[in-house]
DNA sequence: AATCTCATTTCAAACGATTGCATCATTAAA
DNA sequence: TTTAATGATGCAATCGTTTGAAATGAGATT
């Protein structure tokens, strides 16, 4: 299998020089007459020579890559942001390590084990559901190597964040069912232990507290497409409410298969809103009017952060995409 | 930033041994004292030692990294394969590399030299539009790297592929078409230059000659959502035809959009049917009937023939993953 | 002729882990 | 008492690249 390389040495010995007079020659370094450059480079050339990365890297002790961690590559979501984030890490001469934690804090931490090993330079993470102790995050930043959070962030400070405005998001959401005149809401959430779902959920009723209080909000917390449509189902077949507000694109699919085998009209029998990435909601009829949180533009924001750390910044911060309002004809 | 590693050095250091013994110690060989590896293995525990894989990677010349180099991450088809991938790699050891190649032939091929440079022991690839050129890979293959072809494979023998049922997949779908008795098909496909659309065509056009010369099939080959939607509102305008094939989820998403702007019911004024990997036809109501081609299933198939080749297996082989048909309400 | 430049080139020591072989004791066998 | 065997440890080379310092040789200076 492993077929034998080119090495300074084979190229040193060809030629009948040293080494170092190869790799120098390589780098064009001023010490090198230019007869033996050109001897050397050519031979590299003809011998598609390149230098191997592993002894490259055992001397500078620098990888080069950057790892992403997140619960699941199979997301609408998530896709967007690791596709932004490879796009940059390429323009600027990083490789990216995927893996996933399928949400399960063993593997999370097996995993950030392996990209330790790996010797990447930095992660981009989103936790898992059952994450709870931030101190394997805490000890790779410790070790030189710059952690920034996002989507699913941790709940303490000493981390870069890059984090959707979640409370902003829900707010708008909360806002613009209010200005429709909508009293009977039903507002999901997803799972009631991630501080994305606490933002949203602690903003979302709060505006309803205080801007309309005679409104008539349920909450539930299904976490996923199916468990929204059973809880849907259930729940239209006493009264329909006259809004639903879906704090992710899997709720709002979950929402629209019961709303559809309801017979329910959007928007007249019932409005829809949520929040997504940008595809789901588009592809209903109407199509369904969400807050959108850009998995891409928070990519690209995650890596500015990243790049920033790598180059020495020492800072912490925080980052926070806004969200916009991107009507549809389901409020 | 980059924080003093331990080393078999320091460690050596502090005991008062030498190196070699450290080494020996921590890896249980019988020639040490069961004393000393008591002591050694407390200190490195306590000091949380790690070999340093840079030094381990440059003995042993091997990164137990695998890579992938798609069009694009943001695409429900590739993220469920680079899942499977993902997943099968970890329980095997190998990490997971990924690379865009935003179906630009440029990038696709610094890319492919980016994998090589960082030592991938295996590459997984879905070519870029404008590839025409085997040589990198074969190049790459050459080297000892094994290359596995999936959706969009070369045209070419001489690799290991792991395919839809392209053909069977179109054919499926032709005759479903058929047996339903509709007559008046618009059938739409991707990039007339993949190999995966080539198949498709060929498959569904053959079928529908030899099964039903008197259907009235109309070919175009829009690529994207916003080509099909605009392909399918200038046609609706004329003529709607009684039933529609989408080769692709992107095809299928305009083209349902076309049928609601048009305020056409499905399936009474119009059938559809697909090609998907899953998701997007069940979003819609009724459900798309779609010809199933499953990421995920591809990935673990293309898994192991990565894995039977890391092993020594040297046949090349092409694999096929059956395609099945998903009812929906749509035909 | 002796010294000094200067341009080139080579030496040798890293980086950190691994491993065949050599070197020690120590003890058993002759 | 000498030799051999055994157990435990250390030495030194290796993987391939890089780089400070030393060496070489030719030409210029005194």
Redesign the interface.
């Known amino acids: ?3 034998q ?1 080119n090495t300074l040495k084979k190229l040193s010995e060809l030629l009948g020089i040293s080494i170092s007079t190869v790799s120098r020659a390589l780098k064009d370094h001023p010490d090198i007459s230019v007869k033996t450059k050109a001897r050397v480079k050519e031979l590299a050339s003809t011998l598609d020579y ?1 230098p ?4 490259v ?2 001397r500078t ?3 080069n ?1 950057l790892g992403i961690l997140v619960p ?5 979501f ?3 942001f ?2 932004a984030v ?2 940059e890490a ?1 323009k600027h001469g990083y ?6 934690s ?1 949400d399960k804090l063993s ?1 999370e931490i097996s ?1 950030i084990n ?6 990447i330079m930095g992660l981009f993470v989103s936790i898992s559901i059952e994450t709870e102790d931030m101190t394997p995050f805490r000890k790779l930043q ?3 190597v710059p952690v920034v959070f996002f989507d699913r962030v941790a709940e303490v400070s000493g981390f870069s964040k890059a984090c959707l405005a979640d409370e902003a998001a829900a707010q708008i959401a909360a806002k613009s069912i209010i200005e429709k005149g909508k009293k009977n809401v039903l507002a999901l959430f997803g799972h009631p232990h991630l501080s994305i779902t606490k933002l949203r959920y602690a903003s979302f009723k709060n505006y309803f507290d205080l801007h309309s209080k005679d409104s008539n909000v349920t909450y539930f917390f299904p976490e996923q497409a199916e468990a929204s449509r059973q809880l849907c189902s259930e729940i239209f077949k006493n009264k329909v409410p006259d809004s639903v507000f879906c704090m992710g694109d899997m709720i709002l ?1 979950g929402v ?1 298969h019961a709303v ?1 085998e309801a017979k329910l009209k959007v928007p007249e029998d019932i409005s829809i809103i949520g929040i997504s990435n940008g595809l ?1 909601p588009t ?3 109407p199509k369904i009017t969400y807050v959108e949180t850009s998995g ?1 533009k928070l990519g690209q924001l995650a890596f500015k952060q990243m790049y920033a750390s790598l180059k ?1 910044n020492e800072e912490i911060e925080e980052v926070i995409l806004e969200s916009i309002l991107v009507e549809g004809g389901s409020l």
Chains 1, 2 share one sequence.
């Not at 191997?52 to 002894?55: G, L, S, T, V």
């Not at 490789?95 to 996933?100: A, E, G, R």
Request: with cysteine; net charge negative; charged share 15%.
């Open positions: 299998m492993a077929i390389q390149e191997n990365n592993f002894a890297q055992l002790q620098q990888s890559v699941t590559i199979r997301n609408y998530y896709d967007f690791i596709s490879e796009e390429v490789s990216i390590m995927i893996m996933q399928c593997l995993n392996v990209l330790r090993r790996n010797k410790d070790s030189g699919i629209m559809h789901i592809l209903y009829n891409f020495g």
